[in-house]
């Protein structure tokens, strides 16, 4: 339970995000919590694939903004 707390409060997005905006989620199943491999949009009540723009067949728990990826310093 504690990974499941842990994962959801990395995941702060209240409510709906913004329309038309590219989130990251973290979806939960029979198994636990996972983040999906690619950006999601909400759109109209449902959450999307941003890239492919179909319907997530997953239980969204969480959103959050995308995070900055940082390359390695030479």
């Given amino acids: 339970m504690a990974t499941r707390d842990r994962r959801l409060a990395e995941f702060d ?3 709906e995000p913004p329309p ?3 989130v990251e989620v973290l979806c939960e199943d029979h198994s636990g919590t996972y983040q999906l491999p690619f950006a ?6 449902r959450w ?6 179909v319907a997530v067949e997953a239980t969204v728990i969480g959103w959050r903004l995308p995070r900055v ?4 310093a030479a």
């Fill in 20 to 22: 038309g905006l590219p």
């Fill in 40 to 45: 999601c949009r909400y759109v109209e009540g």
């Fill in 13 to 15: 997005g209240a409510g």
């Fill in 69 to 72: 990826k940082h390359t390695g």
């Fill in 48 to 53: 999307q694939n941003d890239a492919a723009g």
